[in-house]
């Protein structure tokens, strides 16, 4: 790929600036950027960027996207991050409208994915169960088909944000005599479709991200499975290497950089701002230079993916970004906690407490940092932990 500076990109970064300008709501941004927004905050953004053409910035033209560039799309993340915006349905737009516009049939991408666009169909991403994570081939959710339907059993783990969908895709086992991959097969179900119940599963941040979804007698129109019985294991591949991709996160990066500059800047130890401070200063510079490298990763696989590319070296570079993406969020989040000092022990404080505000006079500003290393734990688990993601690469480099 070519590093070149292209000035066709500042003149676009102008654009996506004076767009954020003019049409993003002040009322919607958020000085702290959270795993995913609110519901509210995240449709009514969705809707205004269909409005303006640019629902699908990760998508190519003819699947109704922009068709930007994978330095266009890092420009317009970078940039809606800095401006504060809500967050995408990264599950719509990275997972399921590739997989959908790769393998679903006209009616499938007609519905779906026009839902995705237009920010009125929020998706959930039903694969793990309870002993089937990283060995997801082991699933046991059943789909027996009858007649026009299938009939759903089970139950689905860690289903992220399954309380604010409004559908589901999932992987059942159909075919439980085949081999245990080509047994799967990929459904896409409506989440008020009877017989779907989601309990909350609450972090250790003491927010509410995931959940465990049951499913007792459900029906599954069979027109709402992507591709045929047992692709399930191949349309899983696809998508689960944008996911690997996905979670390297970068805005996120980018953004804890800046709150450390800023910590720098505001808290001070010695009688000098932190930011003077030799050691601090090496931390930031080793920081800069990783986020660097991360970000021409990012632009490395997302090209590649642009060009087609699944090869093992594709594949490959796509685990790498995880592991690398993802250890270097919680090393950044874990010192952004250890600059805070004792402001770093508050974990939250809400609106109504005005005495801890009054105590700690920084913590509109960082009190959300502590809960969130907390919760980040768990990236190096998301998407696939780190130890599956090694073995992917060890596997993949005897085949280049
Ligand atoms: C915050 C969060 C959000 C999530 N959101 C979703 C979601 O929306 N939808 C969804 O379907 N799932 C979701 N997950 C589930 C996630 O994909 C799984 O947790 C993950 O794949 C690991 O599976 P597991 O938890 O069953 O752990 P296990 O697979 O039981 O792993 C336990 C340990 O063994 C190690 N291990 C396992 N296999 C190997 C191996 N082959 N080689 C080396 N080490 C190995 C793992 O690295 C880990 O340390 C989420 C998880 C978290 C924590």
Redesign the pocket.
Same mark, same amino acid.
């Given at each position: 790929m070519d590093f070149k500076p292209d000035p066709y990109l500042k003149t676009f970064r102008d654009e996506v600036r004076q767009f954020l300008s003019e049409k993003l709501d002040p009322a919607l941004t958020s000085s702290f950027q959270d795993?995913r927004s609110d519901r509210e905050s995240l449709v009514a953004w969705q809707k205004i960027l269909h409005a303006n053409g640019w629902g699908g910035p990760y998508w190519p033209k003819h699947h109704g996207g922009t068709g930007w560039t994978a330095h266009q799309q890092q420009i317009f993340d970078e940039e809606c991050n800095k401006a504060g915006a809500p967050s995408l349905d990264i599950?719509g737009h990275k997972l399921l409208g590739p997989a959908v516009n790769e393998f679903g049939d006209d009616r499938q991408k007609q519905e779906h994915c026009a839902k995705i666009l237009s920010g009125d169909r929020l998706w959930?991403?039903?694969? *793990? &169960?309870? %002993? @089937? %994570? @990283?060995?997801?081939a082991s699933l046991r959710t059943s789909a027996e088909l009858k007649g026009q339907h299938y009939l759903v059993n089970g139950q689905?783990?860690?289903?992220?944000? +399954?309380h604010e969908a409004d559908w589901i895709f /999932?992987?059942v086992r159909t075919n439980p005599e085949a081999k245990k991959q080509a047994g799967i097969s990929f459904l896409l179900l409506d989440m008020k479709t009877p017989g779907i119940s989601v309990r909350p599963i609450i972090?250790i941040d003491q927010r509410h991200? /995931?959940n465990e979804v049951f499913f007792d007698k459900v029906q599954a129109p069979v027109e709402d499975r992507v591709g045929n019985e047992g692709d399930g294991w191949n349309i899983t591949k696809f998508l689960l290497n944008n996911e690997h991709a996905t979670t390297a996160e970068l805005p996120t990066l980018q953004a804890y950089f800046r709150h450390l500059k800023s910590i720098g800047k505001k808290l001070s130890y010695a009688g000098r701002p932190l930011a003077e401070h030799s050691t601090f200063r090496l931390r930031m510079a080793r920081f800069e230079a990783e986020i660097s490298a991360i970000t021409m990763m990012v632009a490395r696989v997302a090209s590649l993916d642009q060009a087609g590319d699944h090869s093992p070296a594709a594949q490959s570079l796509g685990s790498l970004l995880k592991i690398r993406g993802t250890e270097l969020m919680q090393s950044m989040s874990q010192f952004i906690v250890e600059s805070l000092g004792e402001y770093g022990a508050v974990s939250y404080v809400s609106p109504a407490e005005t005495s801890a505000k009054d105590a700690l006079p920084l913590a509109d500003d960082f009190g959300e940092f502590a809960a969130n290393a907390f919760?980040r734990r +768990? +990236?190096?688990?998301?998407? %696939? *932990?780190? &130890?599956?993601q090694? %073995?992917i690469v060890s596997k993949m480099s005897f085949q280049f």
């Open positions: 795993f599950f959930c991403q039903g694969f *793990s &169960e309870p %002993g @089937s %994570g @990283s060995d997801l689905k783990i860690w289903t992220s944000y +399954a /999932l992987l972090s991200h /995931l919760f +768990a +990236a190096t688990i998301y998407g %696939g *932990s780190s &130890e599956v090694r %073995g």
